[in-house]
């Protein structure tokens, strides 16, 4: 628990860091970007072409007329840009997460690993390979085990319950594992699981449970479409600062839970280097010794 604790507060402060700040401001930079470079590029193009389709469909044609007749015709030009605008923007949120966290968690490592754990030792048992091996093997893991527990959801209590647990299995596995891929072992890291295994869960499920805080966010972009350029960004913005806590979190669990265990093993191999030594025979029970045998009669 102490542990648990501990590195929870010192991920809470980790986030007010510069850098840290910074890294979640991240995905806004790369989806400015983006959108920046294919509004360049293919802004017109998409735009003849959704209103080249919109100008086509029969139904589509009637409605305009309609809306023409009651006043509100103006919408039509406006259909075209909101259809991209809002088609665009999901892929966008998804390609600059998916950059900010294979970029993050590395970044957050590394940082509480030079600031807390200067001295510990980086055996690299962990490359890029086995990281994404390791991550798609849990996560087909995690979409099974979503799909066998679906009848479950029916039962009111069980929807809060499984589908955090699952998730949050996901989310410990993946992220304990970035976090010690510099540092530990491979058989460090499966013994660290072993010891850990439910303090990292629940990390994993009240991670999620926090990731949770945007969807609210994404809601009121739905009903409120006036501030969908706002809510958005906002959204993303508090998803990464929480994507960045939970990376800090696991990072500081994880690196100290390491510390102690290489502490441990230090201690116990002298002990078990030191053999207790053989007691030595005197010279009255030696039968070879010379001062043993008692001299000749002459």
């Keep these: 628990m102490t542990l648990f604790l501990d590195s929870f507060w010192r991920a809470v402060a980790y986030c007010l860091r510069p850098r840290v700040i910074a890294l979640s401001f991240l995905p806004l ?5 983006l959108a920046l470079g294919l509004g360049y590029f ?17 139904w589509l044609t009637h409605l305009w007329s309609w809306m023409d007749g009651i006043g509100v015709g103006n919408l039509t ?7 991209i ?8 949120v998804i390609v600059s997460l998916l950059v900010v966290a294979m970029l993050m968690t590395p ?18 048992g962990g490359s890029l390979l086995t990281g994404i091996l390791w991550a798609l093997g849990s996560a087909a893991l995690a ?9 479950l959801w029916l039962v009111p209590p069980l929807i809060l319950i499984l589908p955090p647990l699952i998730w949050g299995w996901l989310t410990y596995r993946v992220m304990a594992f970035d976090a ?4 530990a072992s491979r058989d460090e890291r499966r013994e660290i699981f072993r010891r850990h295994r439910g303090w990292l869960l629940g990390i994993g499920v009240l991670s999620g449970y926090l990731g949770a805080v945007p969807s609210v966010v994404w809601a009121s972009g739905a009903l409120f479409a006036a501030a969908f350029v706002i809510l958005v960004p906002v959204a993303i913005w508090i998803y990464t600062l929480v994507f960045a806590f939970s990376s800090l979190w696991f990072s500081h669990y994880c690196l100290a839970a390491l510390q102690d265990l290489r502490a441990q093993s230090s201690a116990v191999a002298p002990a078990a280097d030191v053999a207790p030594a053989a007691p030595a025979l005197s010279n009255d029970l030696d039968p070879h010794s010379t001062a043993a045998t008692p001299p000749l009669a002459r």
């Design 42 to 58: 293919f802004w017109t193009p998409a735009l003849d072409w959704v209103r080249g389709v919109l100008d086509s469909t029969v």
């Design 180 to 183: 010690l891929a510099d540092h």
């Design 29 to 33: 930079v790369i989806m400015v970007g």
């Design 77 to 83: 030009t406006v259909a075209a840009p909101l259809i």
């Design 107 to 124: 970044a957050l490592a590394g940082l509480v690993a030079e600031r807390r754990f200067p001295q510990l030792e980086r055996k690299r």
């Design 143 to 151: 979409a099974v085990a979503l799909l066998i527990s679906i009848p």
């Design 85 to 92: 605008i809002f088609t665009i923007t999901p892929l966008l």
